[in-house]
């Protein structure tokens, strides 16, 4: 399986454009938890406790993490290859003077 280079200055869009903002703010945006409360909110017993629907939301985004985070895990691939001379200093100056210039990429988890 090849790796994909990994660019730690470059966005995944442009961000100078509205296109290239929009998909940045999608991908960051997950829509069900707001889609889930507005049916919630139509129920009665929902009606007599608007005091909890602050703790209730935080609940329901806990449970999200608790499955979505593994599950996204899995789906995408974690490792990832830097070249480098994007690393920082002290762990560039530190590879080139155990390797020399036989390391051009580093290949990393990007775990969690």
């Avoid at 790796?3 to 290239?20: E, K």
């Avoid at 909890?52 to 290859?81: E, K």
């Avoid at 001379?85 to 390391?103: C, F, H, N, T, W």
């Amino acid at each position: 399986m090849a790796l994909r280079s990994f660019d730690i200055d470059a966005p995944r869009w442009d961000q100078s454009t509205f296109m290239g903002r929009l998909k940045h703010f999608f991908n960051i945006t997950d829509f069900v938890l707001p889609i889930i409360m507005q049916r919630l909110e139509k129920y009665k017993f929902m009606q007599r406790i608007t005091y909890l629907h602050g703790p209730i939301q935080v609940m329901m985004v806990g449970v999200f993490l608790v499955f979505m985070v593994p599950a996204a895990c899995s789906l995408f691939p974690q490792r990832c290859s830097m070249a480098v001379s994007k690393l920082e200093p002290d762990l560039r100056d530190s590879i080139r003077s155990q390797y020399g210039d036989a390391v051009q990429h580093v290949y990393f988890n990007k775990g969690l």
